[in-house]
């Protein structure tokens, strides 16, 4: 299985229909396509051989070099036993390389692509007397452009025929249609380039330069950024860059014999995303900062998390106290959030009555937030601490030190958190030390501009003390006013608000194991782990379903699976769960990704018209129902007939975990029951 | 019947506190026993006149006056300002 | 001439002293309602003597107790304490506030199960549980407190018998200053012991360790005690957890807080002795302040307040039966509710307040029940204007205890009722009858 896989990943897939295709394309030419298999399975040995992880291996991610570097091969190379060792020798070269790389490339962030295949062609090329350029097929009567893009494709597998290449579009369109889409568009580009270039290019150059925009035109416009107007600009953009690269490297690879083949490519996306790096903002093109899926899928994902999970950060920050306080100055709000420091929170504590002291409230004592707890609002590393400023008498303000004991954090580059106010000598942590959400910063205070004890709590893009504010978002946390968990909120004054208190809900899926469901009497299996990656995946048959357990939410961050999948059932039913207990549990809401709930039919029709057309999810509301067992019901706000589109319902049972999931769309009903032993 | 001489030696005032320079107690009364004091005073020792007189200035309707009387004059006997023996007289007798 | 109105005449000798009895009474502010609902409609309805509780005080005490340990402690689990007061009514509106339930003996836990509460939301504490009150527990995944070594032996061989593993807390006994020890229940800390238990209990492997308990005493008015306490509960958390890798899912530190009564040998009175619970959660969450780490490390703090909230949600209605003048000078008021009802009169100080404005002075008067025994004193020392025959006297703060404790001597027990958030009123507990009272009792056929 994971041989075809080898073959799927050049795309960027693990589909085996996809890597059958392309195989089946490389056996055109028997003698290429049969080096490719050769070298697929050297590569399999040598990874077996040095250990590497079984479930990378498994995904095709240590093949796909091998593979192409065994189709350059057969492709270029004289036909001779040294030709055959050096492909022994190159393919373990490439699963080297690939190990190697991989592990800078999470680093960086830059992805691998198939550097290592150049590398070591380029290097075998040292090695050989001389290279020999596959010729390209004839038209077969096509028109120029087509028959360009389909000897393209069919170049990426070094066989490049209009034949062969048809195979691979296919291959492409069984990936993405968006993606086919963009890849035609970088073709058109190339065939304009051709055209428009008086010096003619001979027909393998054509061929590769079609190739080389083509592949970046799909790569820059949907894989790696969002897709959208502004992604669809950046590729063709890129692909300029990419041609310009193409033609100005020609010549100097011909002079020195060494094959260009998809090198241009690289340079160009690394180029762009390197540059696109350096922006001030991520967005349009917003940046693929997720697993990378096809063009629809990063759409789709990345849509529902701005619904669900807000643009702005990664970071999910939670409030940065405990129990329930009231924002008594917000945003933009008073004498003090103005300007650079319009986004800021101020809190205090309020009881019954809506009173901030007690007794007599002549005090700072009296007040109900003096000396309470001030914790961590996300994980992050302490980078300032500023103590020993005296708390202030009530009604008199410390001009001087303006925002007494203070500590900020460190959560993300360009991303840092103050607290400030604090009370002197409470201060619990010392810069450097790393802190986790909830833990004990200090005491709320009154020291600084503070006429009456409160805390300040901003958000800013460095470490500086009175930096400018960020805008803020609280994540995850429950409005008191109204009893919801609100996924994305940004509080203003009189709003009350609490975090979710971590309980004992439990899905009852630990990490390495398996649990058993049946759905109309069929059994399925549901397996939880942990990817090389380190996210948590819920594994069903060929689907995949990417979570976050944190101590207070459970969450569904996506769902990669075969339309049919029991994950989706699982998603819509569960999609994000407060993990607190209690009788008064707070509702929440949250979006569903379209995709999965559009008809088959309508699918591909979506996908085109999705990049460029805001669709939004389905906003389901969740509540959960008070009794013995735990009770989640969903319903969706939009109805049809009076009725919602979709209602969910999931069941979990003390010691036990989920025991049943269902959803009702569109009045077709399907549940999932644990088998219990 | 003889009210000794405690009673007599009192300081009344009419906010109805009561010194006894005897012993250098102080007492508060209220107004019906501001009258009491007063009329115990003016020599009205027999119970009917004591009654009459309470009905005369209070609205005493329904309520058991023989008995605060007698719960009066016992506090007096109590706190020694009345001899420990006396007793009020059934109508009005001149000792 | 227009009559003045009538009172009892009064004469009444100023005390030297420690202060005037008299110059300190507060102004009697009449209590003409509970929540709303008018005295003289509630006996009117239920009878005389009656107790009353009001569910806006219940809840309102609930959610304070609740609110201000928020603040302070991430996870934080109230159980109520069915001893103080076991009413069905006032446990399910507890239990609907989200309050788990704390029992000591096999009655209560039953009594807890039929409320509906969930078998692993009890706590069960106490001396004295019989091997069918463990089996129960362990069934259920109730929480046992181990109070004894008898018992942590017995607790295993029970647990071994159902197959089960259950996870257990053991109650230690600290010694904290200003307050006598309870060393009768649990395991002392200072001496050893509780280390001693710990490791026995390990070396059984039968039972999981996953919680301290520690019930400093009653109506404790410093919190200071608290902080030690809870320093020393801290601290021995951090040995069993480094020592033994144990994290503990919850530190219980008991009930024991003070509601606005005044002890009978206190001085200061109720409003300016009794602690705020933001003074006890200062005291018992700097206490814990050696336990750091994200909210998810840290335990449970669980408390099993009973008092500090029902306390003051009670009320006793009563009426003046009799008057009469005592040769020491005082005036004995005879109630038709005596010790036999209001067990907590043997050490409160109770307030006592009059359902109308009484005219004139108030007077040091002594208030009996109805029973023909010495020791019926309702309230004594009390400074009360005269009050005739068929008035009625609101006794406050009677919440706890009293309807738990009561005995059904000479008379019967009355009604107890409460009042709702909207006016609303109805029966927690009927009046008893003879005829239940006889339904007991058997005559054997020789008699």
Redesign the interface.
Known sequence: MDLIRSWSQILFSRDLVVGGLLLVASLLDPWVGLHGLLAALVARAVAAALGLAPLVVGEGLFGYNAVLFGLGVGAMLPHGTWSEALLFAGSALTVVLTAALRDNGLRTGLPTLSAPFLIALWLVWSASPELVQPVPGPDRGLPEPVALGLRALGALLFVPRVEAGALVLLALLRWSRQGTVLGAAGVLAAWAVIEAVPVPLDPSQATLLALNLGLVSVALGGVWFVPSWASLALGAGAAGLTALVSLGAAPVAARLGLPLAIAPFHVGVWAVLLAMRQRAEDRSPRSVDFLPGTPEENLQYYRTRLARFGARYDVRFRAPVRGTWVVTQGRGDGPTHRNEWEHALDLEVADADGRLARDEGTTAEQHLCWHLPVVACADGVVAKVIDGVPDNPLGQVDLDDNWGNVVVLWHAPGLHSLVAHLSPRTIAVVEGQRVKTGEVLGLCGSSGRSPRPHLHWQLQATPQVGAPTLPLELHDVVDAAKGEVRGTWTPTTDDRLRNLVPGEVDLGLPPGTEATFEEDGRPVVIRSEIDPWGRRVLVCGDGRTYHGLHDDLFVVYDTLAPPGSPLHVLHAALARLPLEDGERSPTWSDHLPPRTLVPPWLRPLQDAVAPFVPLEGLHVRYRRVPGDRAVIEGRSDRERGGVPVLTTRAVLAPGVGLIEASQTLRGVTRTLRRRVP | MNLGTRLGDLAISDSGFVFDPYTGASFTVNATGLHLLRALKDGVIDRAGLLAGLDEAFDVDGADAGRDVDDFLGQLRRYELLPRDFELGASEVTP | MT????????????ESGLGNK?SRVPALRPQEEIDGVSVEELVKTYGSPLFVFSEQTLV?RQ??LA?A???????VRTAWSYKTNYLDGICRVL????AWAEVVSEMELDKALHNGV?P?HIHFNGPFKPESALEKAFRG?TLVHLDNFDELRRAEQVATRLGKRPGVAIRLSVAAEGIPPWTRFGFHLESGQARDAVRRLLAGDKLDLVGLHCHLGTFLLDPAAYREAAGKLAAFAEELRTEHGIRLQFIDIGGGFASHNALKAQYLPAEQATP?F?QYA?AV?DGL?AL?????ELPTLVLETGRAIVDDAGYLITTVHATR?L???RRGVVLDAGVNVLFTAWWYRHDVVPTRHLA??PEPTVLYGPLCMNIDVVRDALPLPPVEAGDRLVLRNVGAYNVTQWMQFITLRPAVVMVGRNGQHGLLRKPETLEALTSWEEVPEWI
């Open positions: 009559r003045r109105p009538y009172e009892r005449p009064i004469i009444v000798r100023h008299l309102q959610r304070a609110d340990f928020a603040v302070r402690w991430p996870k239990h609907r506030e989200g969930r692993d995944g705020s933001e200062d969450c302040r750091q780490g994200p909210p998810k003048r040769p020491d000078g004139g002075i």
